[in-house]
């Protein structure tokens, strides 16, 4: 593993341990050129996953692009960054378990959109405004109005 300070090939693993969710491997690793330490992670990928976007154009699967977009929804948000990250473990999982190798990026949006409504609806409405490309507050308002539909006041009645 390269050190990222000094570019270094020659590093040793000085801890190994599983995560806490037992999805990936946390070593702590040792530069033995300029003495930096610094943690990687490994996690298994069953296949490569290929994602369509909306033009057609075909890009690689990314899991940072997609923790930080969840990150980026969940800002400032009384969650867990744990919590987050399961969340993120699961999608991905989920995904390479379709058999496919090529996965239209509106999928993976519907797979963050189901798993942000049962974390938290803030982070819920953040990246809905961004997946469902919202360009006024009129939008947000049918969004909202959605949320709050026919089916959500049955439910509040029976509390």
Not at 45 to 52: F, K, N, S
Not at 95 to 121: C, F, K, N
Request: proline share 4%.
């Amino acid at each position: 593993m390269r050190c990222p300070y000094c570019g270094n090939e020659d590093t040793q693993v000085k801890d190994s341990r599983p995560t806490e969710d037992n999805t990936s491997i946390r070593r702590r690793r040792f530069c033995t050129a300029c003495g930096g330490r610094f943690t990687t992670f490994e996690r298994v990928q069953l296949r490569e996953l290929t994602i369509i976007k909306a033009s057609g154009r075909r890009v690689p699967f990314d899991r940072d692009k997609l923790m930080r977009s969840v990150q980026i929804a969940m800002r400032k948000r009384p969650v867990e960054q744990e919590r987050v990250e399961r969340m993120v473990s699961g999608i991905v999982r989920r995904l390479e378990s379709m058999g496919e190798s090529e996965i239209p990026s509106s999928v993976v949006g519907r797979l963050v959109m189901e798993g942000l409504s049962s974390i938290d609806a803030v982070a819920y409405v953040r990246f809905a405004s961004v997946y469902k490309n919202f360009h006024e507050a009129k939008d947000f308002e049918e969004f909202l109005g959605e949320l709050s539909g026919p089916g959500r006041d049955e439910v509040d009645d029976d509390r």
